[in-house]
């Protein structure tokens, strides 16, 4: 590991994007969708994403998760030059160290809820094969759907894919989860009830970015980001204090 890569991990600092830009190529011409981005997020730290619709919000997620690419800048995520990885390195990567929770839970549908949650560790080879579906079972229970685990996703209601979603992204404990409208299509109850999830995640350690359009669950994050044309128009604190404070 290089000296620049060891110090972005240095004084609690878990995610460190440093001058980021992603510009796409259009049929109309090439469109920048995030401009000049510079973020240190801590360990430990609950972070939301806020802004209008094509402001770059999920383009952030994705140059964290390594989903995409910078155009220019770095990103660096627990020490790991992200932007410096092969797309064979990147998959394996993601696979141990961020958690994706998607907004419309991307559960594979011939695939039972227990089978779902331990492909991840199946990709990765994370735990010894006989210990996965204990684990997955364990995190099932985590999240209180763990008399669903034989179901297909199809019979389950929103809320209860969703924390099957959450389930799976846990299943190799990685450091990072970062989540894209993980509340958007729950009602208000059920939402409330995946927000307190995240919650007890971080309290655990976990590093946690998620966007969304409900401001009143920004509101409940240690700090805030608000997106604008590409930018971090603002950066919120909340004074929440998370694990990481």
């Not at 560790?121 to 099932?140: E, H, I, S, V």
Request: a neutral charge; one cysteine or more.
């Amino acid at each position: 590991m290089n000296t620049s890569t060891t110090l972005s991990s240095e004084n609690g600092t878990r995610i460190n994007l440093r001058d980021v830009v992603k510009t796409y190529e259009t049929g109309a011409g090439d469109v920048t969708v995030l401009t000049d981005v510079s973020l240190k997020v801590r360990e430990g730290e609950l972070v939301g994403i806020v802004g209008p619709s094509g402001s770059g919000k999920s383009t952030l997620l994705n140059m964290i998760t390594g989903i995409d690419r910078p155009t220019a800048g770095e990103v660096f995520v627990g020490g790991q030059a992200v932007h410096g990885l092969s797309e064979n390195q990147l998959a394996r990567w993601r696979g141990r160290n961020v958690g994706v929770i998607f907004q419309f839970f991307q559960l594979l549908p011939t695939l039972t809820i227990v089978e779902n949650v331990m492909l991840p560790m199946d990709f990765c080879n994370m735990y010894p094969r006989r210990q996965r579906k204990q684990r997955a079972m364990d995190l099932l229970n985590q999240v209180n759907i763990a008399d669903q685990a034989d179901k297909l996703p199809s019979t389950l209601s929103g809320g209860q894919q969703q924390r099957a979603a959450i389930a799976r992204a846990l299943a190799n404990d990685p450091p990072v989860v970062v989540a894209d409208e993980p509340t958007g299509n729950l009602d208000r109850a059920t939402a409330n009830e995946v927000f307190g999830l995240f919650q007890q995640l971080v309290e655990n350690g976990k590093t946690i970015m998620i966007v969304t359009h409900d401001r009143s669950l920004a509101d409940r994050m240690d700090r805030v980001l608000h997106l604008h044309d590409g930018q971090i128009a603002r950066d919120q604190e909340n004074g929440n204090g998370s694990g990481g404070r």
